[in-house]
Structures are given as structure tokens and as C-alpha cells.
């Protein structure tokens, strides 16, 4: 009797997360594309655009940065990048003072150096630093029309995204935070190819999800911040998933914040399956700090709607939910496979559904890349069954990590793959 009510136990929480994924993807679906743009008069120009760019040992990149920088804002002089180099133990330093000799941009592009013991206490600390100092001597009246972006170290935008980037904020001067859509470059093997498809589409859709409910949020790469919405000099947290402390810490306080669908911004795409796992895993475990420092106080909130609590509960809360179905959905896999004669229709059936959303997903994806045939897009319908249980293993650590209290991680190592195509 009780083995029974065990099974049944299992088999419900399997079914329920089966449920919950098609619901979640039918509503990314439903409700994900992107919006048409109203276009209007610019209202407060703005008058310089900062770019942060935290580097820590990214000797191999560094250079095509910058390089990839100067050429794409050679028009735009109140574009500038600083390059915070945290006490980096390769030749980081070394690399950017020889480019900015080459290049001989001038100011365009500025470095400053942080060191031992008050360096590598994390990208928030280090953003916070260089935000105080660059800043603190701008007057008042003027911050307002300063903006503040934070790009990785082997990121890319163009010309145009940076246009785009400084005329969302002209167009509406409450607008606090703005976060682009990321891509990745140079996609060389099946890994990279999925996580170009997974930013491109499906977080596009959640974040464009996000900007109905009116509570875009951060995401790393590309965000962009008005300095003027920001009391103090310490914006950043020191959170693992900092960007969503960041950006909830906006929502809060009532300030506006929105997601640009049309701004891309390019990214190294990971190579390898282990690195791959611990960054996400990493990513995970900050989304269990933000959970506990943060759940509360989103629900008790005035300044955020109730349907926009809804869909931040619901990502916080994805990691425990995709842990019990997960393990639920094995047990139930490996049960059926063992009774396959009985349960074939059951599997046929969800493995039709999932491959037909994926093969979609994939549609999309190839609708505004032009970079998939059909025989390519059947291979990546059968292998997306098995991306998204990488996930799985990669929430599997984060939590082992949290509840040990381990808070180290191996920072992501970008090898460098020349410019974007």
C-alpha cells in the first residue's frame, strides 16, 4: 500500500512538471513576441554613454574588445569604455596598454587598475568602484543625460546598437534601466549553437514577457543604467546572480525599467558541457540568494504589480520546482522504459508534443538567423531534449553548493574567438 501511494506520488509530480513546461512554453509563445515600436521625438539627448567592462585574467579577449569598440564608435565621441582590471594575474593590463597605444584613441578608451587585498571581491564591488570614480565628479544637473552600460570582456555591439541604446533613454527620461537582447558569435559546435537559440528566442520571449508585466530585468551582458536614477555610488550587489539583485532593487523602488528586443548585444557562447554546467549552476545558486534576500520583499511590495510577483515567484522558486520534477520524471522514465509495452502512447505522445515546440522554437529561430536548413533543424529538435536536462544537473549543484555554503566558484574563462561574424 504504501509503495502505491509512493508511485502515484511520483507519477503526479512528474506529471504536474510536464505540465507546468508545456503551459510555460505555451504562454513564451503566446505572449513573447516582440512589439511593434512607436516612435517619438527625443525629449533629453544624451550627452555621454560609459561603458564598464570588468576584467578579470581576459588577456585572450581583451584586445578584440576593444579593437571590435573603437572601430564601431569611431562616430560616436560621447561613447568611452573603462576597462577595470581587478588585480588580474595574467597580462590583461598589459594587453590594454599596448592596444590603446596602438589604436591611439586617446580618451576613448581609459583603464583603471585595481589591487590586493581590496581587489577580486566580486564584479559588483568592482563595478561599484569604478562607477564611484567616474561618477562622483559629475554634477548633478548633468547625470541625467550620463548613461551607464556594463558589457563582458568578450562582448560586441555595433554602431547602431549604441545609437539605439542612447536614443531609448532620450525618448523617455524616466526610463531607469534598460537591458539588451543577448546573442552569441561564432557558434561552432552543437553547445554554442543552443545557447544562441536559447538567448536569441527563448529568453527574448521571457523577457519581452517581462516588459508587458513591467518588470523587465537585468541580464548580464548589456544593461544599461541613467545615473541620475541611482541613489549613492554602490548600484551593483555582490550577489552571484548580480544582475537580477540589480535590476529587482530598481523594481522596488518604483524606477522604470525596460527590455530592448531589437538591441543585441554578442557574446562568447561556451564550448564545453562542464563549464557550461558550473555557469549555470552558478547562475542558479544566485538565484537562491536572491530568493532569500529578496522573495519578501517582492511580495510585500507597492511598486510592483501582482502579476509581475507572479512571474518573479515563479523564477525564483524554478529551481526547487525543476529539482522535485526532474528526479520525479527520471524515476517515472526509467519505470515506463521497464514497461514500455504498456506506457509506448504515453511517451510517443510527450516526446510529439516536445519535439513540435521545439521544432518551432527552432522555426523562429531560423526565421530570423537564416542560420538553419532543415536538416539542421531536425538534428537540434532531437538534441534539445537532451539541453535541457543539463539544467537539471546544473541545479543539482547549485543546490549541493548552497547547502554546504560554498560561495567560490570558478570564474567562466573566455578563450577568444576573433570577431564576430
Not at 510555460?24 to 509563445?29: A, C, E, P, S, T
Request: positive net charge; aromatic residues 12%.
Amino acid at each position: 500500500m504504501e509503495g502505491s501511494v509512493i508511485d502515484e506520488l511520483i507519477f503526479s509530480v512528474s506529471f504536474v512538471g510536464i505540465g507546468i513546461y508545456l503551459v510555460w512554453v505555451l504562454i513564451l509563445i503566446l505572449f513573447g513576441q516582440d512589439q511593434k515600436l512607436q516612435q517619438t521625438q527625443l525629449k533629453e539627448p544624451i550627452e555621454q554613454l560609459i561603458i564598464l567592462v570588468p576584467a578579470l585574467n581576459e588577456a585572450p579577449v581583451i584586445r578584440q574588445t576593444i579593437t571590435n569598440f573603437v572601430a564601431q564608435t569611431a562616430s560616436l565621441p560621447q561613447v568611452k569604455m573603462v576597462i577595470i582590471d581587478d588585480a588580474s594575474s595574467d597580462q590583461t593590463a598589459q594587453v590594454v596598454n599596448e592596444t590603446l597605444q596602438q589604436l591611439a584613441c586617446g580618451s576613448k578608451v581609459q583603464l583603471l587598475q585595481r589591487y590586493l587585498p581590496e581587489a577580486q571581491q566580486g564584479k559588483g564591488e568592482a563595478l561599484n568602484w569604478a562607477y564611484q570614480q567616474l561618477v562622483e565628479p559629475l554634477a548633478p544637473s548633468l547625470r541625467k543625460r550620463v548613461i551607464c552600460g556594463v558589457l563582458d570582456a568578450d562582448a560586441y555591439m555595433d554602431e547602431a546598437a549604441y545609437l539605439r541604446v542612447m536614443e531609448h533613454f532620450a525618448l523617455v527620461p524616466e526610463l531607469s534601466l534598460l537591458q539588451t537582447r543577448v546573442a552569441m558569435f561564432k557558434e561552432q559546435n552543437w553547445l554554442q549553437k543552443l545557447q544562441d537559440i536559447e538567448f536569441v528566442i527563448i529568453n527574448n520571449w521571457i523577457q519581452n514577457i517581462r516588459n508587458r508585466l513591467g518588470n523587465a530585468a537585468a541580464s548580464g551582458n548589456g544593461q544599461f543604467i541613467r545615473v541620475s536614477a541611482v541613489s549613492g555610488y554602490h548600484p551593483w550587489g555582490n550577489a552571484l546572480l548580480e544582475d537580477f539583485e540589480f535590476s529587482t532593487r530598481f523594481l522596488l523602488q518604483a524606477k522604470a525599467t525596460h527590455y530592448a528586443s531589437e538591441i543585441v548585444v554578442y557574446q562568447e557562447a561556451l564550448a564545453q558541457v562542464r563549464p557550461f554546467i558550473r555557469q549555470r549552476a552558478r547562475w542558479t545558486q544566485g538565484g537562491l540568494d536572491c530568493l532569500v534576500g529578496y522573495w519578501p520583499k517582492i511580495l510585500l511590495s507597492k511598486a510592483i504589480g501582482t502579476k509581475a510577483k507572479m512571474e518573479m515567484t515563479f523564477y525564483l522558486l524554478l529551481p526547487f520546482i525543476s529539482l522535485a520534477t526532474g528526479l520525479a520524471n527520471l524515476l517515472v522514465l526509467v519505470f515506463v522504459s521497464w514497461f514500455i509495452q504498456l506506457y509506448w502512447p504515453i511517451v510517443v505522445s510527450l516526446l510529439f508534443i516536445n519535439s513540435c515546440f521545439n521544432f518551432y522554437i527552432l522555426s523562429v529561430y531560423e526565421h530570423e538567423t537564416r542560420r538553419l536548413g532543415i536538416i539542421k533543424k531536425l538534428f537540434f529538435m532531437v538534441i534539445m531534449l537532451g539541453y535541457n536536462y543539463l539544467f537539471y544537473f546544473a541545479i543539482v549543484l547549485a543546490c549541493y553548493k548552497k547547502m554546504r555554503r560554498q560561495t567560490k566558484w570558478v570564474k567562466t574563462t573566455h578563450v577568444g574567438v576573433g570577431e564576430k561574424a
